[in-house]
């Protein structure tokens, strides 16, 4: 195997114990932030080779939203590593019971090409966090940044710990054919399914973050200016190539009818009126996904946009009406600036096809009544929530993000992050003496022994009490 070598490399440098001191886990992460600040100029150039990313969007999503996840980290991780010293029964009350965090060992992340940096350096920041030694595998299909990490990433981290190596599906199999500590998987359903396989046969514990389609109800009762808003902009953001956008609408025949106007205006207002000569409008990343997702532009009818240009990968803010749950554009995730409406008769009816589907990444709900709001919420599962806005959610590293069901397994950000990646072991460290009070529980057995034992380590239920 080509890899074999590196990962065995990588695992006598995890089991010299280099990585886990508190002083080496900073270092290296400080030297993530250096990456950041004197690439950044690399970094938007590439974002925009590969799929037209703005520089504002690139610079908000790939470089502050990781300096916001590093800083997190930094502030942190000497509280974060500390044993966490738990309750103790009778017995065990002169000892000392505590969980260690300990590192997994050598951890493979395999990130995605939506948000190459962010999505490959945020989880990377936990795991080094942890302790652990990691192998980073960029995505081919962003050309640009895969080179700009393979070529300057390992420059500032330590060669000995961390790794990059480079390749597609054929690269990728074989490197999953090596037996990880632990493996961070962002990308689609179905590879998702082939890395958990793979992962199997050596036990390996996985982080799976998928997509999926997110559904958003717009309720009746609600600014449809400000909705408008804010589901054009997680619509719309990086092109529409955002794993947790809303990938469809779901409201009223009457709300559809005062959503039109209101997402046209939005759309002029944000990209002009022809988005394909604006700056702040991104492109389709390869041929292969612009050909995809162009052919979904025949379900329903096109009311807002619906241009393209394959040359340039364009696919223009697109909006789509009388759009019926059997189309092709509700079977599979979007991934691109296309926004269905379905229309449905009530808020019930709008859950009933929310949870008639596979559970998706995020659920959006709209509503000036925060009780429909929390009811979408009460009876809904996803990955994650956000009542009124859109991805929003995702940018607070004190929430854990991560799908539920076929979006995902597992979560990360912050200290759900340095979580993942430390494995939480309990310890329980005895007195060497006192071995008088350990008598009871040996042979041979006794009802009195019994007593005893159960006496000095029963948990028993606290009593409730109900004021009237």
């Known amino acids: 195997n080509p890899y074999a070598g590196l990962v065995s490399h990588l695992r006598a440098a995890w089991l010299s114990g280099k990585t886990r001191p508190l002083e080496y886990r900073v270092a290296q ?34 470089i502050l939203l990781c300096k916001n996840e590093l800083h997190e980290t930094l502030n942190n991780l000497s509280c974060w590593v500390k044993d966490k010293h738990v309750d103790k029964n009778l017995v065990t009350k002169l000892d000392s019971a505590f969980i260690r965090k300990d590192p997994y060992g050598v951890v493979l992340i ?23 030694c990691v192998m980073v595998k960029p995505s081919e299909i962003s050309k640009s940044t895969e080179r700009l990490v393979a070529d300057t990433l390992s420059c500032y981290l330590d060669k000995d710990c961390f790794a990059v190596v480079t390749g597609g599906v054929q690269e990728t199999t074989r490197l999953l054919e090596n037996k990880f500590d632990y493996i961070f998987f962002t990308g ?85 009126p ?28 096109v009311a807002i946009g619906g241009q393209t240009d394959e040359k340039e990968r364009y696919i223009a803010p697109t909006v789509l009406v009388d759009v019926q749950l059997s189309d092709p554009v509700m079977q599979e995730e979007i991934f691109g600036p296309i926004l269905p409406i379905v229309p449905v008769a009530n808020l019930e009816e709008a859950i ?97 022994r019994l007593r005893v034992v159960r006496a000095a380590s029963e948990v028993k239920r606290r009593s409730s009490c109900a004021l009237l």
Not at 219 to 234: E, F, I, K, L, T
Not at 248 to 259: D, G
């Open 274 to 301: 022809n988005p394909r000569e604006c700056p702040d409008f991104g492109r389709i990343v390869g041929d292969k996904q612009f050909r995809r997702v162009r052919a979904l532009l025949c379900s329903g009818r």
């Open 110 to 132: 395999i990130a995605p090409w939506n948000y190459p940096i962010y999505l490959l350096l945020v989880p990377l920041i936990g795991a080094i966090a942890a302790g652990n």
């Open 188 to 272: 689609t359903p179905p590879v998702g399914r082939i890395v958990m396989t793979a992962a199997a046969k050596h036990l390996t514990p996985v982080t799976l973050e998928l997509g999926g389609k997110n559904p958003c109800y717009v309720s009746d009762s609600c600014d449809v200016q400000n909705v408008a808003r804010r589901v054009a902009w997680g619509r719309f953001y990086n092109a529409g190539q955002t794993c947790i956008a809303p990938d469809y609408l779901l409201c009223s025949l009457e709300m559809q009818e005062k959503l039109m106007p209101a997402l046209r205006e939005a759309i002029t207002e944000f990209y002009g």
């Open 29 to 62: 992460l400080e030297a993530l932030g250096r990456f950041l600040d004197e690439k950044k100029e690399e970094i938007l150039e590439a974002m925009a080779k590969d799929m037209g990313k703005p520089p504002f969007e690139a610079e908000y999503t790939e």
């Open 352 to 448: 009933d096809i929310i949870n008639s589907r596979e559970r998706p990444l995020a659920v959006y709900a709209f509503s000036s009544n925060s009780k429909v709001v929390n009811e979408v919420l009460e009876r809904t599962s996803s990955g994650g929530f956000c009542g009124n806005d859109t991805l929003m959610h995702v940018t607070l590293s004190s929430l854990p993000f991560g799908g539920i069901g076929s979006s995902g397994l597992g979560m990360y950000h912050g200290k759900f992050s340095f979580d993942t990646f430390s494995h939480h072991r309990g310890c329980l460290h005895r007195n060497m003496g006192l071995e008088p009070l350990n008598a009871p529980r040996y042979p041979p057995y006794s009802p009195r």
